[in-house]
């Protein structure tokens, strides 16, 4: 019985030890997730003070971004209620590209900063790049068009053979359209051609017919039958302004330099 006792003494410690329950590992710590540095704002890259007012104001200016925004906001709303009753794929918006859609300061600064302005290789050059970048509440708004059962129809002045560079852009940054009718080359510019064979379903894209509801534009002449002479007309030749034309600033360049 002693040795049984002595047995039982020198065994129960290593048994007890044996069951005492171990302590699960130390949890390995999640890795930090990269730090992603955030999109410099377009006011980091400062153009220098002697360019021209009308690029600094465009590229820098918080007024220029608000601008944007307001106006595809009124036209949402427009387009909105325009889309009430009317069948799906029956209508549709017409929009400039240019300084409207996509933004081509870039080129401007650069033509600047070498003390030159536009001219049509140096335009192409640009083109070919495909660097232009949605200008503030563009992508929303087409988005939105879409979303209602509109069609989006880019009518722009872009040569004919500046047209897949053009699209290349707007599909790179999803700005969604149903087509886009460019200048053919050599002209003419008028756009009002264009604009009769998107309401007559003659356009080369094949669409129906098409009641348009909304245009958009930063030029006069981005809007039916209009040109820089309405200037000289009383407020009321303005009306469709704000209610089925929408107008976006561009102080860089335009008609109203030669008309």
Request: aromatic share 8%; hydrophobic share 45%.
């Amino acid at each position: 019985m002693q040795r049984l006792a002595l047995i039982l003494a020198l065994t129960l410690p290593l048994a007890c030890r044996s069951a005492a329950p171990v302590a699960p590992p130390a949890a390995i710590p999640a890795p930090a997730p990269p730090v992603v540095a955030a999109p410099a704002p377009a006011s980091a890259a400062v153009p220098d003070a002697s360019l021209p007012t009308a690029i600094r104001w465009t590229r820098l200016s918080a007024e220029h971004r608000a601008l944007f925004l307001q106006v595809f906001a009124a036209a949402a709303a427009h387009v909105e209620g325009a889309a009430r009753g009317r069948a799906a794929g029956t209508w549709a918006i017409v929009s400039d590209a240019d300084e409207t859609l996509i933004d081509n300061s870039t080129y401007q600064l650069e033509q600047a900063r070498r003390g030159l302005s536009f001219d049509p290789a140096s335009w192409r050059a640009w083109t070919a790049r495909r660097e232009a970048v949605p200008l503030p509440g563009a992508g929303s708004f087409l988005a939105r068009v879409h979303a209602l059962g509109g069609r989006v129809v880019i009518v722009t002045n872009r040569d004919q053979s500046e047209c897949s560079d053009t699209e290349a852009v707007f599909r790179a940054h999803g700005l969604g359209y149903d087509a886009m009718l460019c200048m053919p080359d050599a002209g003419p510019s008028d756009k009002n051609p264009r604009f009769e064979a998107v309401a007559g379903g003659t356009t080369a894209a094949g669409l129906p017919p098409l009641e348009v509801v909304a245009y958009l534009g930063d030029n006069i002449h981005d809007f039916p039958g209009l040109g820089q002479s309405v200037r000289d007309q009383p407020d009321a030749a303005f009306a469709a302004f704000g209610t089925r034309y929408f107008m976006l600033p561009n102080p860089m360049y335009g008609s109203w330099e030669k008309d």
